[in-house]
Structure formats: structure tokens, C-alpha cells
């Protein structure tokens, strides 16, 4: 296994926080349209990170080599469950506060090593349970507050469209992973922005509305920056491993609690702040036990090759 040069890491790291912190960015300008319906904001969302995408290309390789697909059938499965997922949190954001939205994402890595017990068939060791043990409280101690003025409420809607986005959002990871080595990252990124803006189309008919010059910049400007957010990220996965960049994802509960105090006047509650750390925790527990994992899984194949030779 090749050790990538401090420097190299320490760029990873910056590409990734700065890719989440545009991200939380994008997810303001989103909720700050709040009459746009979800499906028209992913539409937005979509078709103004293409010119974006197809820049970052055209420099990296080319658009012809850089779409390149070898299943179709899998880039539109995981088209479809990412964009019901962006479709989910979009919603979300008109119900809850912002950093309420950010936190109950984090759930996805939890869902993920649900999902890939299921799915994948991969071990369910006594580590990953507490881990999901504890995200699944830190969910609770967050939503309890908003659940207990009705179930029929605006904020428990909110909840389960945000809690949704999560669980769909870690199905497309599940799917991705199972794309790994047959796709390549810029592919499955193009790919899914095309399936995504197509999709948005459907939802026309329940309700879009001509949006005014303010929501029209706030759309276009969210489109934008989405895709500088998924080049970023992609940047940043090229230069540090996801076990060692994984962390610095939670950089966007912070940005999205100074955003969401700073532009919409939204205040942290305690349950949020405790039950986000909770969660924190348990993300945090799952990486570090991953790359464990991965550095033994290394180790042995080392062993194994020296008595070969």
C-alpha cells in the first residue's frame, strides 16, 4: 500500500471541509428559495453543476473518456435512489432548521454499515453495533423535541423527509461501492447529475412555480455551487484516503449552525448540540474501526505475498 506525502493528505483534507462547507452553503441557498418546490430546486441543482462538471472534464482528461460507462443499468439504479435522497432532504430544509437537517444526515455513514450488513453481506461486529447504537440514540435525543407536539406536525414531516434523505443517501452509497473498479468517480458524477435533472422533470406537474429574480439567483447559485462542492469533493478524494477524510465531514455541522444563526436567525437547541454529538461519536467510531480494519486486511496481504515469494 502506497503512503501518499503529508502534503498531499493536508490537501485532501482542505478540498474535503471546503467541499462540505460549499456544500451547507448550497443547502442555505435552497432553503432561503423556500417557495421553489423541492423537485424544481433539484432541477436547478442539477442542470447549473453540468457546465461546472463538463469544465472539470474537458481539463481533467476529457468529457468522452471522463463518461465512459460500462453498466448503465447500475448509473441509473443509483441515479434514482441519489436523487429521491437530494429530492428527500430538499424537502426537509423548508420544515427544520438547518443544522437540524445537517445532523440527522450524518446518520448516512450509520445506515451505510446497516445497509452493507444486509446488502453485502459484510460482518456486523460488536463495534459497529454500539457505534449504531449510539447514532441511533443521538437521532432520538434530536427528533424526540419535534416529534412530541404530533406526529402530523410540520417538524415530524420534516423529520422523515430529512431521516429519509439519510437511509436513500446511504443506499447510494451501498450502490456506489458496488461500482467501485468498474466506474470511474468522474463517470458516476456526471452520470447522476444527468439522471437527477431528468427525474426533477417528473415532479413539474405537482406544482412548480415561476420563480422571481431573487429565487432565480438563489436557485442558479446553488446549481453552481453544487457542482464547485462535488468537484471539491472528488479532488479530495484523490489525494487522501476516505478512512483519513471521513472526520473532517462533520466540519458542516459547524458552518451550517454560524450559517443558520448568521441567515435565518436559527438558534442550536441542546437536544441538537447532544444528540449531533452523540452522532459525531459514532461516525467517528465506525471510520476509525474501518481503517483498523483495512490496515490488518493490508498487513495480511503482506504477510501472505512474503510467503509466496
Known sequence: MTVAPQSTVMRGILLMMSSVTVFTVMSALIKAADVVPAGEAMFFRSLLALPIIIIWLMTHGG??????????RSHVIRGVVGSCAMGLGFAGLKFLPLPEVTAIQFVTPIAVVVLAAIILGERFRLVRISAVL???IGVIIIVAPRLSVGLGSR???GVGLVLGSACLAALAQIFVKGMAGRESTTAIVFWFSITSMVLSLVTAPFGWVLPNGQELALLCSAGLIGGVGQILLTSSYRNADASVLAPFTYVSILSSVLIGYVWFDEVPTVSMVVGAMFIVVAGVVIVLRERALGTDATARRKVKAKGLW
Open 63 to 72: 468529457i468522452a473518456q471522463g463518461i465512459r460507462t460500462v453498466s448503465v
Open 134 to 136: 449510539l447514532g441511533f
Open 155 to 157: 417538524e415530524a414531516l
